[in-house]
């Protein structure tokens, strides 16, 4: 592996609260596909770490929720099974897997702020509407 993969600022994944599953790949490999298992399945136990911030924590579960992402009590699963060698392939996941926690456990987008039309812009396109309906309205020439 190469090194801690960040979240967000300092925290980052803790390599002993990864789970590691290989499996035979669907994927490119021809006959190597059939003795390797080079597929990865990576599983992060987000109710019970105690890597995340508590704040972090209940608001990836949450939106994870949402999404349909957590298999069972809390845990988040990511595969992998785009390269041929399991190496790379754990590379992907563990880069997957972070990648999704820093979106889910970043701050709220802010509220939008409803904003008025303004009066000017409204005006200039109710000019131009007519001004395209007297260009059309002149094409229907009854007596060509």
Request: charged content about 35%.
């Amino acid at each position: 592996m190469s090194g801690p993969y960040l979240i967000r600022g300092s925290v980052s994944l803790p390599e002993a609260e990864l789970n590691w599953r290989f499996s035979r790949s669907s994927g490119p490999g021809g006959q190597h596909v059939n003795t390797s298992d080079s597929q990865v399945e990576l599983r992060f136990d987000l109710a019970r770490t105690e890597a995340l911030p508590e704040v972090w924590k209940q608001r990836a579960l949450a939106r994870l929720a949402e999404r349909r992402r957590l298999v069972g009590d809390g845990v988040v699963v990511v595969r992998a099974s785009e390269h041929r060698s399991q190496w790379r392939n754990r590379e992907a996941a563990a880069v997957r897997m972070a990648a999704l926690l820093a979106e889910v456990t970043g701050p709220p987008p802010k509220a939008r702020r409803a904003t008025k039309i303004p009066r000017g812009i409204n005006e200039r396109r109710l000019r131009e509407k007519k001004r395209r309906a007297e260009t059309k309205r002149g094409r229907s020439g009854h007596d060509w």
